[in-house]
């Protein structure tokens, strides 16, 4: 076999060893967010010597990063414990499911349609979207997912070097891409388990970079800004520069969480998805809203046929049913309830939540609070938690069915008193 040695300039490789160090630090919050540490030994360890000596010509970027996800899925911990879960609350994925209407069209679609490719201009979903939030069809992207989404748009600004602003400890898969493709992570810390939006987009501003990530309501705290603090924050954008903002759990929002964004804007892409509260998470639907020139620059890059044809049957006819979506929402709000009182009963404090999941404060260090989430995971319950301190002292449990939450009420004084005795 013809062997080809990774060559790359002393400094270029320090530069992205140091990227590629923080992805291994970004992977292990997000190893952390996922399971705990007691499964993290599935995952090789960051070895720069042996990505330098690959027998395969990657390119140095691709070489120097690690292999690893920014979520472990709940299979891969199913494997590796032999034993399904019971409930699964930890990807803030909807228990509740998709809409009716939605099953029917995705059933339809898979028995009449399931050969053909989906639309690549997915022109009926665009329009549909276009008419629910008031704007043209060419403000609309539709990907897989909001995960693929920010994968596009780091691919549109981002390569070795260019700064990129986004908070520590955040919503991870957007730190993964920004790794991929090699960003210089400009990194603002949580201030009282938000996102700092000020400080934010004050480092925006300093280090002239191109892109800023925003999450709002936030994943993993689950704390939101309001409408007129993100519509303030927006008209310091500088232009030249584009605010991500992460709706993905919007729908949850309460009432003045949503700023009025102009669609034509370009400094602002705002992003939703029919995973959280469309209950969709399997199919792979996400959209952005943003400025025709933005939108359009997907064109050049996307995956065409990457949403498929039974997602996008189940997409548009989601959109059919409002009703569905209400009920969710209500039953998303009967189940944070039920989260914060059994918190309560076990003497932790439901943090306020304005998404589909609730973070728990543990009332200790991030040590505790992951021996707690192991002794959930060890009582079969699918939870992950924050990675990052101070966050870190929580889990993150996600809105269940009352069978899920039965689960929680038994498993989760078990896994406090083992907690507690180390
Ligand atoms: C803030 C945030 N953005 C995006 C996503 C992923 O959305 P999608 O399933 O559309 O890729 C999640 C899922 O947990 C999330 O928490």
């Avoid at 923080?22 to 007691?38: K, Q, V, W």
């Avoid at 102009?262 to 639907?285: C, E, H, I, Q």
């Avoid at 991030?366 to 938690?385: E, H, M, S, T, Y």
Wanted: with cysteine.
């Amino acid at each position: 076999m013809r062997e080809v040695r990774v060559r790359i300039k002393a400094e270029t490789f320090a530069a992205v060893q140091r990227d590629a160090v923080f992805c291994g630090a970004a992977s292990a919050a997000g190893l952390d967010e996922a399971i705990g540490g007691r499964y993290t030994s599935i995952f090789p360890a960051f070895d720069p010597g042996a990505a330098m000596t690959s027998r395969l010509p990657f390119t140095p970027l691709v070489a120097s990063l690690s292999a690893t996800v920014p979520f472990v899925g709940a299979e891969a911990i199913e494997r590796q414990r032999g034993r399904r879960f019971v409930a699964r609350i930890g990807a803030n994925e909807s228990v509740f499911g998709p809409s009716p209407k939605a099953i029917a069209a995705m059933q339809r679609a898979v028995a009449e349609e399931a050969w053909l490719y989906g639309d690549p201009e997915l022109h009926d979903l665009k329009v549909a979207l276009a008419a629910r939030h008031g704007v043209s069809p060419a403000n609309i992207v539709i990907g897989g997912g909001i995960d693929g989404l920010l994968g596009l748009v780091v691919r549109l600004f981002v390569e070795p070097g260019t700064p990129v602003v986004t908070s520590l400890g955040g919503y991870p898969t957007f730190d993964y891409h920004v790794a991929g493709f090699g960003g210089r992570f400009v990194r603002v810390p949580y201030v009282e388990d938000r996102e700092n939006l000020p400080g934010l987009v004050e480092a925006l501003v300093r280090e002239a970079a191109p892109l800023l990530y925003f999450a709002n309501p936030d994943n993993p705290m689950a704390s939101w800004w309001s409408a007129g603090e993100v519509e303030a924050a927006i008209e310091r954008v500088p232009e030249g520069s584009v605010m991500i903002l992460d709706e993905a759990y919007g729908e949850f929002a309460p009432a003045g969480t949503l700023p009025r964004v102009d669609a034509n804007d370009p400094r602002v892409l705002r992003f939703r998805t029919f995973s959280k509260a469309w209950g969709m998470a399997g199919m792979r639907v996400g959209y952005g809203i943003g400025a025709p020139e933005l939108v359009s620059a997907f064109d050049k890059i996307r995956n065409h046929f990457g949403v498929g044809r039974v997602a996008q049957a189940g997409a548009l006819a989601s959109l059919d049913d409002a009703a569905w979506l209400e009920r969710v929402v209500a039953a998303v709000d009967r189940s944070k309830a039920r989260i914060g009182a059994i918190a309560a009963a076990n003497g932790l404090t439901a943090l306020p939540s304005a998404t589909n999941f609730v973070a728990v404060d543990c009332g200790r260090d991030g040590a505790f609070a992951r021996r707690v989430l192991d002794g959930l995971i060890g009582r079969d319950l699918f939870v992950r938690k924050p990675g990052v301190a101070p966050m870190d002292r929580c889990i993150r449990l996600s809105a269940g069915t009352d069978g899920d939450l039965d689960a929680l009420a038994e498993a989760l004084p078990g896994a406090l008193a083992d907690a507690a005795a180390g």
